[in-house]
């Protein structure tokens, strides 16, 4: 494949999207809806077939979790209409000036050029692109994993056969159709023609990028998620969260990875909690505190091992620690945390403000589930990725995350004394 002409049909498709008005942006997307509501039936059986052969080969079942398209198609095609109805940020002017001299200055935002992603398993995230890269007059050059080769290839064709009959280039979104893990390198070096990439996968895949991109990198989606359950927190209720927290899909970045128990209430709400966990099949890894409260009342456990802290497990696996205080549940998260999602459970108003002053992840919650760090759940339609970097976009990456923008000048004429 030749990614240098890809690349430069795309930034030239790039232009014409910027172009393009939010009611032809929106007619597009609603099109791709339409589309992949009618050939539900299609797209899953062939999804199928990706699924079995990756079945067969050992993949990890939370990868397995992540590939699967069936009973998910409906809730694709609502993320997608759900962006048609977000408020188009291309073109939004803000931070206006006048200065003392009649000097207008103000930002307008405006597409970033041409976004490579690199994602592996889960083929959600090529229509979750497309809209979104659609939506905010980006091109896409997207490369998904071997193991979706089949599902992807049926989802940008009917990406671009919508394209085509909107008379938008086809080049807009663009799919690397192989498996060559070469071309992952070649693409992270074509800085003429792609303005950003976006790594979806694992610290390998992330590592490789960083290390090898020409373009920028924006990195993010490893969760090791924590829950702090402080003296204060009403137990009953904390346990809710924490179930659904850890088990509500437990193959994803945002499912929880350790919970954090203030050694004041342990005694009393670790074995309520193994309880409400145990017909979830959840194995809980407890360090020396929690373990000695688990066995005394006969639930079974594993002790944790200190690479644990560092887990991001997606499996029906969770580390257990008590702690003295808030200052410790603090100086843990800091140390273990991917600044992913943590979180805190407390009736302490005091607690809370410091817990979300010096946790410096990418979404902090008090009394809620880390489970809604996801672009649907927080309002932006869908997302592109989680950015855990402090740079430029941070969270799940929507419509604004994937604008830029630039200064307008406006003057009579004027010149600088």
Known sequence: MDLHLMG????VASRFLAQMTTQQKNAVISAIADRLESEKDNIVAINKQDYKEAEQKGMEPFMLDRLSLDGRVEGIVADLRHVVHLNDPVGEIFD???????????????????IGVIYESRPNVTLDIASLCLKTGN???????????????????LIQ????????????????????????????????????????????????????????????????CHLFVDETAQVD?????????????????????????HAKIAEQFLP??????????????????SQCIFNNNQIVNIAAQEKDWDREWLTLDLGVKVVDDLSQAIEHIQK????????????????????????????VYVNASTRFTDGAQL????????????????GPMGLQELTTYKWIVEGEYHVRS
Do not use: W, Y
């Open 272 to 289: 309520k909690m193994a309880l409400a966990l145990l017909p979830s099949n959840v194995t809980l890894h407890a360090d020396t505190a």
């Open 8 to 11: 430069q049909e795309a930034k």
């Open 379 to 394: 309002g932006l339609g869908a997302e592109v990725a989680v950015s855990t970097q402090p740079l430029h976009a941070r």
């Open 96 to 114: 206006k000036t006048t200065r003392e001299d009649g000097l207008k200055i103000c930002k307008i935002r405006t597409p970033i050029g041409v």
């Open 237 to 261: 209720k904390a346990i809710k969260v924490l179930h659904n927290a850890k088990t509500q899909r437990p193959t994803v970045c945002n499912s929880l990875d350790t919970v954090i128990v």
């Open 161 to 224: 056969d919508v394209l085509k009959e909107h008379s938008v280039p086809v080049s807009a979104i663009q799919f690397i159709d192989s498996n060559d893990r070469s071309l992952v390198k070649e693409m992270l070096q074509q800085s003429d023609t792609i303005d950003l990439i976006i790594p979806r996968g694992g610290e390998k895949l992330h590592r490789f990028c960083r290390e090898n991109s020409h373009i920028p990198v924006i990195t993010g989606g490893i969760g090791v």
């Open 139 to 157: 091109a896409a050059i997207l490369r998904g994993g071997s193991e979706t080769l089949r599902t992807n290839r049926i989802l940008v064709k």
């Open 336 to 363: 273990h945390s991917t600044k992913h999602s943590d979180g805190i459970l407390t009736e302490d108003q005091d607690h809370a403000k410091r817990f979300i002053r010096e946790i410096d992840s990418a979404a």
